[in-house]
């Protein structure tokens, strides 16, 4: 899996989406969201796809004003870098839930991982603080 960690910023593959996300604008948020939403229970979201989509739902939860406790300010704007163009996609909030509803669900890759994890409470607070931040 690489570098992993709970929270965002701590694996490799968040980090390799947040670098096409500052290169590529908001486009990149809309796309992460709906392919793990699109992505029906009864097919396998693989762990990419499905850190593109915690990343992309961070995005817009910074986008909106709900910053994750205990980020630094670079890693804000970084988050923040396309707020304006985020905050004016349609539906983009829901969009972002339904992802999440979709990574946090049987058949995602980056769920069992972390359900097999010693860390597995960190990762169920991250998502839960992520999902309220979301609301």
């Known amino acids: 899996m690489g570098a992993s960690g709970a929270n965002l910023f701590e ?3 968040s980090m ?3 670098e096409g996300y500052r290169a590529s604008g908001a486009g990149a948020v809309a796309s992460a969201l709906d392919t793990a939403a699109g992505t029906p229970v009864t097919d ?3 762990m990419d796809q499905g850190a593109a989509a915690r990343a992309a739902a961070e995005v817009v939860a910074v ?4 910053f994750p406790s205990g980020m630094s300010q670079d890693r804000l704007d970084l988050l923040n870098a396309h707020g304006s163009d985020v905050r004016a996609m349609d539906s983009i909030k829901s969009r972002a839930t339904s992802a999440l509803d979709r990574l946090i669900s049987e058949n995602s890759e980056l769920h069992e991982v972390w ?6 409470s960190d990762w169920v607070a ?10």
């Open 16 to 18: 390799d989406w947040l």
């Open 63 to 66: 986008a909106h004003g709900a």
């Open 115 to 120: 359900m097999d994890s010693d860390a597995q």
């Open 126 to 135: 991250a998502m839960n603080d992520l999902r309220r931040r979301l609301g």
């Open 44 to 46: 396998y979201l693989d």
């Open 11 to 13: 694996d490799d593959a």
